[in-house]
T-cell receptor, first 111, second 113 residues
Framework: QKEVEQNSGPLSVPEGAIASLNCTYS??????FFWYRQYSGKSPELIMF????GDKEDGRFTAQLNKASQYVSLLIRDSQPSDSATYLC???????????FGAGTQVVVTP | IAGITQAPTSQILAAGRRMTLRCTQD?????MYWYRQDLGLGLRLIHY???????GKGEVPDGYSVSRANTDDFPLTLASAVPSQTSVYFC????????????FGPGTRLTVT
């Protein structure tokens, strides 16, 4: 079992709709959770981070964390073609800053 | 513009050769990291450094070494490259180990033949 799991996709989303991405993790001691966006051929770009249970909103993005169920999700509202990318979930397990990354979910927003 | 730079952008290297990938950040971040990204395997941590003068091993350290002589630079060395080290290498940094928000450099695409 991988420590951080994501559906690989592709997740096809109509323009203007909500994209919902999920990520589950195996280590109950995980403390920090991140979402990165990666365009093809580019480096990962941090778009959201969350440390406490509940929701965190930033613009069109909402991260949701449920530590009891060991999942973190990302919602993208009013999806745009520019949101087409691979989204990486990352989980921090300890105070040393090391992150475990999922393999990523590819999102395709169709006009 | 503040950020992380990596060099070279890409490199083709003969097996057995020595290679150093360079990483420099100007954000005065204490912690730095090296990852490799391979199709289907995601990002995997090679080595990290929480502060200048200290380094640690990540998930896949074999065949790689690092040094952290100062805050800004974190070079990654392949002592004797092998084809399985063909990958895209990303350097990242964070303000401190306790604040895990990591910011990535543009990457180095390395092909070992």
């Amino acid at each position: 079992q991988k420590e951080v799991e994501q559906n690989s996709g592709p997740l096809s989303v109509p323009e203007g709709a909500i994209a919902s991405l999920n990520c589950t993790y195996s280590d109950r001691g995980s403390q920090s959770f991140f979402w990165y966006r990666q365009y093809s051929g580019k480096s990962p770009e941090l778009i959201m981070f969350i440390y406490s249970n509940g929701d965190k909103e930033d613009g069109r993005f909402t991260a949701q964390l449920n530590k009891a169920s060991q999942y973190v999700s990302l919602l993208i509202r009013d999806s745009q073609p520019s949101d087409s990318a691979t989204y990486l979930c990352a989980v921090g397990r300890d105070s040393w800053g090391k992150l475990q990354f999922g393999a990523g979910t590819q999102v395709v927003v169709t006009p | 513009i503040a950020g992380i730079t990596q060099a070279p952008t890409s490199q083709i290297l003969a097996a057995g050769r020595r290679m150093t990938l360079r990483c420099t950040q100007d954000m005065r971040h204490n912690a730095m990291y090296w990852y490799r990204q391979d199709l289907g395997l995601g990002l995997r941590l090679i080595h990290y450094s929480n502060t200048a003068g200290t380094t640690g091993k990540g998930e896949v350290p074999d065949g790689y070494s690092v040094s952290r002589a100062n805050t800004d630079d974190f070079p990654l060395t392949l002592a004797s490259a092998v084809p399985s080290q063909t990958s895209v290498y990303f350097c990242a940094s964070s303000e401190s180990p306790g604040r895990n928000e990591q910011y990535f450099g543009p990457g180095t695409r390395l092909t070992v033949t």
